[in-house]
């Protein structure tokens, strides 16, 4: 069937500049390049373009420019040029719409509404240069109070994972992305002293040495889940569900599960991984505590165990069921959460932004009083170190990165995770297409950023007169929100600028 | 508690024990270099053996109820209990043998990766639901009676026998959905079942000789345990289903 | 003693070892100049091998105890005071005893000139540009003994 | 004249001695010797200079400093009388004595001359060194040279008989075998070779041998002809012979160094005289593919023999155990390979693989025995060989990636990665 879609990019190549060193044509794993020898030309099929840059960063004499294809259906404030192509899509497929990354729709991005407080004349600012500032977090649950008995602590303290920044990589597949790109955010979290998530698809044995600095998953498709992975971990996380897809499950297409993929997630190579939308044996909180305490036997009561949901309308009252239910971490992933594949129509539709979720579970653990019970995680979205100091103050004791620490890698976000072909090397298991991550240069891109990120919520936490992290922690005075509503500001607890 | 020790078995009345002290305990026999425990009263204690990772192989004889998630994420174990046992019975089980004199409940044997669980008689829901296999690596599952709906259900790989002793001559197996979303492994029913209660993705195909040898292998080991008669169990037509696609799903995306 | 380490777990395949070792080896050493103008046009000295999803960037070796050296017949190859394995192309005779010998095949031939030709360590810029440019650290300069690595 | 060491032998193999030692001593006291005058040059490169390739300086093999830089004092056109092993010293013609610690004899060949009839002293050259490149020259220069006859299808001959065909002379080969290169090349490529050279102009006569020298009445030393052993007569203004060359061995009469066919030499290139050592075409040398010692007058393995008994001679320990036959060959400009084996032993499990491609002039064969690489000749497909040869001198089994060897672009890669990762860190080739 021809297609009437038009190409999405569009490929400049300056001529003057192109020294037909193919370089280009070598890095596009969409095969977007081809040179002509009879006539000396590379030819670029703009079509298959995904404006990944890759080429264009490779090209030795800068010649390539790629850019949004600039053709104009007429204007039309409701058939979006978006929605026209998605329509043309599928009726030419007939199917869902797949894509890759996190939500890119407008919806409302609070963090960028609400801003920090900082000293001046009444109370001193803190210079991080030479004072001692803490980032160092503690996850975990804490008891209520204390008890000492002749100096020595009587309480039995719960097991609780310490992490130098309360900066966290998220759960990012074996499968999804590559070994090689697993290994380097393995190797940053234990360089720098923090953690990285299995996600669902198994540990390789590999990087089971990394257990130390590993939240490993229990999802709904049980993948690579024994009790040597769960023990190879320092926190155990059930994942219910993910900010991109709330509600549905996944599936990790066949042709992504290679020899080693399938070694890993312990399924024969070729087969679909699927992951069913809920986890059969947690149809209620008393069956998710079921899980959580088979967890905690099989580890011996020696992790944490984390229970992830997305942000969903009613998240407050989960998370106060999942915290009586025993988990000792609540993890958070909000509307914008990133994915390697999900269907589009979800991504962009369901869950709640990550800001109010996090705010209303908070609200509602202190009011319960348990929110000592659990650490908060947040994810979906974060962008930068003031998205994340503006979470602590919310409410957060970590959030979790992933489309960040792809991006430190090399990720141009071009939403095309779900075909296996990432010109970047990340979300691929193409063994050619992996080497193009280097571990030792992503390890220190990923390490590079941690170290950046911690030290500029130090320079913030200075400005704010806080010398450590835990005293921000849902200290919503620091917050005053600009451009928001009544009810936004209700809900995320803060007052107004200027208040 | 008041235990018994016998050389390298040790009895426990388990009657009111909380289910973390007696996992404690059974822990603790098994560190010890017990190799057989023996527990009696047990009343709705969860978790039983699942604390048994990295630990020689013991075995575990429960009298009485066990509760949820009976040798869950089981280590290579072996489980014997004489009465029912509840739900999640092997849930995502590595290693090992369940054997249940009794009934089992619902999602007996989800996401096993490994080992073997007969049940003397009847399941409940969603019974070897997404059951896997990997190399050398087959979870077994044989039950003596029949099963409720969604048997199977995302069945990855590994077996299921269901030989539906204690149905009347010609009464069909009770599960409807039998292998929805099935894409591994194998399903083998004795006795009747009819078209409608199979789920859209597997298919009915012939037995061979590989087949019948892994039926024969397996309902011995089940007469064996239960005291049945092989001949019996072995002298009737059995129907195998497999998934028709190892990726059910595999076109349903617009890229 | 420096030597380049080839690691081909991250070789991407990219070529630009080969591009920087043409320019390298330009009269101009610039790019556009090397590529476009210059006529003949250098040839590089490092070859990419490539068996997807193989690959690696593989030039001389400069190994403690080069064999082309002593196998050359007309003394066209040389070791210099930096044990870097060099090649006078005035007085090669184009005989190929050197591609004869060379157990890395890291010997190549210019066709216009009738000479051999192999990878000179960038002597002059101190970093081989194949090194320095290589953007996947799939050749890095590492230290070795003096018996090679 | 006392001296630490004393090297007979001013080319590959006496260059290579010096520059071993020099590595390790850079003291002790060193002398080469040579009856040639000149400066160290390459033999193998008088072909070269015959035909204007290259200038007389380009000849030399190294440097002009080279002595000086090194210290190494030199006795250059002095003819050796005699070795005294007893008194470890050799004694020169104009009767000097020089002594030795340690002893390198590197003299080399001399070009054997058959008995035929008519020949004498001047009426026909040799071409084994740069005296005899000038004689030609001076021959040619001289003029009325139109034809003339190389006696000799070896490597030798057909460089001379080439170069001679760049000045316009017609040339005819000899050679008694029933074709040319038999020593290194088998039936096909030898017989590419002959193509070659014939296309350009020269006559191959095979299966036979020049019979007699018809000498010019008036000028005994100029011959009118040459008579074939088939009676055929050929038209000769210039005779070269150049069957081979036989060791240099006249010095070491009457001494108990151990001589078969060349001198006897160990591992360490060490004659049976502690402290005596020998290298190049004077020596026979472990063939590790034949597993026999043999004279291998090759230049590069003088030159390593040298080396390897300049370490010896030094104090360091080392041993030739790689010694083959190899040669790398051009003919008008067609290269041609070959090394080891180079047609199959009947006895033994052995395979042989080949490709042919006459319109292209391809010509690739390799013998393997038990997948381990024994012999290959490669015609006009030669880049890498070198890696080939490796696989020889380190008994790499090939049958992982036996389906590349022949193609032309075999390499590295397919090598298995075990292997590859040893070559690139160094510890194997």
């Known amino acids: 069937m021809k297609s009437y879609l038009l190409p999405e990019f569009k490929i400049i190549r300056d001529d003057d500049r192109c020294i037909r060193c193919q370089v280009c044509v070598r890095q596009c794993g969409f095969g977007v390049h081809t040179y002509d020898e009879e006539n000396d030309i590379i030819i670029s099929d703009e079509s298959k373009c995904v404006g990944c840059q890759r080429c264009a960063v490779f090209c030795p004499t800068n010649a390539l420019t790629i850019m949004t294809n600039p053709y104009e259906y007429r204007p039309n404030a409701n058939w979006r040029k978006e929605f026209i192509n998605d329509v043309k899509k599928q009726a030419e497929g007939g199917g869902v719409i797949l894509t890759g990354c996190g939500n890119d729709k407008p919806y409302k991005i609070y963090w960028d509404h609400i801003v920090l407080n900082a000293s001046q004349v009444t109370n001193p600012s803190i210079d991080p240069l030479r004072e001692p500032m803490e980032l160092r977090t503690y996850l975990g649950s804490k008891t209520n109070q204390l008890e000492m008995v002749d100096g020595e602590l009587k309480t039995v303290l719960t097991s609780q994972v310490m992490i130098e920044t309360p900066i966290i990589f998220s759960a990012l597949s074996y499968g999804a992305i590559s070994f090689n790109a697993q290994t380097s955010l393995a190797r940053a979290a234990s360089e720098f002293g923090t953690l990285f998530n299995s996600g669902e698809g198994g540990l390789p044995k590999e990087l089971r040495k990394y257990g130390k600095n590993a939240i490993v998953q229990c999802a709904s498709g049980r993948f690579g889940v024994d009790p040597e992975y769960l023990n190879s971990s320092a926190v155990v996380e059930i994942k219910i569900g993910q900010g991109a897809k709330p509600g549905i499950g996944g599936h990790l297409p066949g042709e992504k599960v290679s020899i080693p993929v399938s070694r890993t997630r312990m399924i024969p190579e070729g087969t679909d991984a699927l992951s069913p939308a809920p986890q059969h044996d947690i149809y209620s909180i008393e069956d998710l505590s079921t899980l959580i305490y088979a967890l905690k036997e099989t580890t011996n009561y020696e992790k944490p165990i984390s229970v992830k949901i997305a942000a969903v309308h009613n998240s407050a009252a989960i998370a106060s069921g999942m915290v009586r239910a025993g988990a000792d971490i609540i993890a958070l992933d909000g509307i914008r959460g990133g994915t390697g594949a999900a269907p589009k129509i979800i991504r962009d539709n369901v869950g709640i932004p990550i800001e109010l979720a996090l705010a209303a579970v908070d609200e509602r653990l202190r009011k319960e009083r348990i929110r000592n019970k659990c650490s908060i995680i947040v994810a979906g979205g974060f962008r930068n170190a003031g998205d994340i100091i503006k979470a602590i103050a919310l409410g957060a004791d970590a959030v979790y990165i992933a489309t960040a620490a792809l991006v430190a890698m090399g990720c141009t976000l071009c939403q095309k995770c779900y075909t296996g072909i990432c010109n970047w090397g990340i979300c691929t298991t193409d063994p050619w297409l992996s080497k193009r991550i280097n571990p030792d240069i992503a390890t220190k891109r990923l390490t590079n950023l941690l170290r950046g990120w911690s030290l500029e919520i130090k320079e913030m936490l200075g400005g704010m007169g806080i010398n450590a992290i835990e005293s921000l922690r849902g200290n919503r005075h620091h917050l005053r929100g600009v451009g928001l509503n009544k009810w936004e500001l209700d809900v995320l607890g803060i007052k107004g600028a200027g208040e | ?255 | 003693m420096k030597r380049i380490q080839i690691n081909e777990d991250v070789c991407i395949g990219c070529r630009l070892c080969e591009v920087w070792c043409i320019v390298a080896h330009s009269k101009s050493k610039d790019i556009i100049k090397a590529f476009k103008q210059e006529k003949p046009r250098p040839i590089a000295m490092i070859r990419v091998q490539e068996d997807i999803p193989i690959s690696f960037g593989a030039q001389c070796r400069h190994c403690p105890e080069p064999i082309c050296v002593f196998s050359c017949i007309s003394g066209a190859l040389y070791i210099d005071e930096n044990g870097i394995v060099l090649h006078n192309s005035k007085k090669c005779v184009g005989c190929w005893t050197c591609i004869l010998v060379c157990p890395y095949g890291a010997i190549m031939r210019n066709e216009d000139e009738k000479t051999a030709l192999k990878c000179d360590f960038c002597m002059e810029q101190g970093t081989p540009s194949c090194v320095e440019h290589c953007p996947n650290e799939g050749l890095t300069l590492v230290e070795v003994s003096e018996n090679g690595f | ?429």
């Open chain 4, 1 to 429: 004249m006392d001296f630490d060491y004393l090297i007979i032998g001013n080319s590959s193999g006496g260059i290579g001695g010096a520059e071993a030692i020099r590595k390790y001593d850079k003291k002790g006291t060193l002398a080469i010797i040579s009856d040639e005058p000149v400066h160290t040059y390459s033999r193998a490169l008088i072909p070269y200079y015959l035909k204007g390739n290259i200038t007389y300086d380009k000849l030399y093999y190294r440097p002009s400093n080279f002595y000086n830089k090194n210290n190494i004092q030199t006795f250059l056109g002095k003819k050796i009388i005699k070795l005294d092993v007893k008194s470890r010293a050799i004694i020169l013609e104009d009767g000097e004595s020089l002594n030795f610690k340690e002893l390198l004899i590197a003299s080399g060949g001399v070009p054997f001359v058959p008995p035929i009839k008519g020949l004498n002293q001047n009426n026909y050259f040799t071409f084994t060194s740069v005296d005899d490149a000038n004689k030609i020259k001076d021959k040619i220069e001289s003029g009325h040279i139109q034809k003339a006859v190389v006696l000799g299808g070896g490597l030798i001959g057909l460089l001379a008989a080439e170069a001679l065909s760049s000045f316009n002379i017609e040339v005819s080969v000899v050679e008694l075998a029933e074709r040319v290169l038999i020593k290194v090349l088998d039936n096909i490529s030898s017989k590419i070779c002959e193509e070659i050279l014939e296309e350009n102009g020269i006559r191959v006569i095979t299966g036979h041998t020049i019979s007699e020298v018809i000498n010019n009445p008036d000028d005994p030393d100029k011959i009118d002809k040459i008579i074939l052993d088939n009676n055929e007569k050929l038209d000769c203004d210039l005779l070269i012979i150049a069957i081979g060359v036989r060791p240099r061995l006249d010095f070491l009469k009457d001494t108990e160094i151990n001589i078969n066919r060349g001198i006897v030499v160990d591992n360490h290139m060490q004659t049976n005289i502690p402290g005596i050592y020998a290298c190049g075409d004077c020596a026979e040398i472990y063939d590790f593919i034949l597993d026999i010692k043999k004279l291998t007058p090759l230049w590069p393995t003088a030159y390593i023999g040298g080396m390897i008994a300049g370490f010896n001679m030094a104090g360091h320990n080392k041993e030739f155990t790689m010694g083959m036959n190899m040669n790398s060959m051009k003919f008008f400009g067609i290269p041609v390979m070959s090394g080891g084996l180079i047609e199959k032993p009947d006895d033994g499990n052995y395979e042989v693989l080949t490709r042919y491609e006459p319109e292209n002039m391809i010509y690739k064969k390799i013998i393997l025995k038990d997948n381990i690489v024994k012999g290959i000749i490669s015609v006009n497909s030669i880049d890498r060989t070198g890696i080939i040869i490796g696989l020889m001198r380190n008994n790499i089994d090939v049958s992982s990636f036996k389906a590349h060897l022949m193609s032309d672009d075999f390499d590295l890669i397919y090598f298995p990665r075990e292997i590859r990762n040893e070559i690139f860190t160094g510890r194997l080739l």
């Open chain 2, 1 to 255: 508690m008041n235990n018994l020790q016998n050389g390298t078995s040790i009895k426990i009345d388990a009657k009111e024990i909380f289910y973390k002290d007696l996992n404690n305990f059974i822990l603790d026999s098994a560190l010890k270099g017990i190799k057989k425990i023996i527990l009696n009263n047990v009343f709705g204690q969860r978790y039983i053996a699942s604390r048994l990772y990295n630990i020689p192989k013991i075995e575990i004889e429960v009298f009485g109820t066990p509760g949820n998630d009976l040798g869950a994420f089981n280590d290579g174990h072996q489980i014997t209990v004489y009465g029912n046992a509840q739900d999640g019975v092997g849930n995502t089980m590595n290693e090992g043998e369940i054997i249940i004199h009794g009934h089992a409940g619902d999602i007996l044997g989800m996401s096993a990766r490994g080992g073997k669980i007969f049940v003397r008689d009847y399941v409940g829901y969603r019974a070897a639901l997404h059951m896997k296999h990997y190399k050398d690596k087959k979870p077994i599952i044989v039950i003596g009676g029949t099963a409720q709906d969604f048997i199977g259900e995302y069945m990855a790989g590994g077996i299921v026998i269901l030989l539906g002793l204690g149905l009347k001559k010609g009464e069909s197996h009770k599960p409807n959905f039998v292998g929805t979303g099935m894409h591994g492994g194998t399903i083998y029913i004795r006795g009747v079942v009819n078209s409608f209660q199979l789920g859209k993705e597997v298919g009915i195909v012939e037995l061979t000789e590989e087949d019948h040898k892994i039926i024969e292998e397996n309902v011995k080991k089940y007469a064996n345990y239960f005291n049945k008669d092989v001949d019996e169990i072995l002298n009737n037509d059995f129907i195998k289903l497999i998934p028709i696609s190892k990726r059910p799903y595999g076109k349903l995306y617009v890229y």
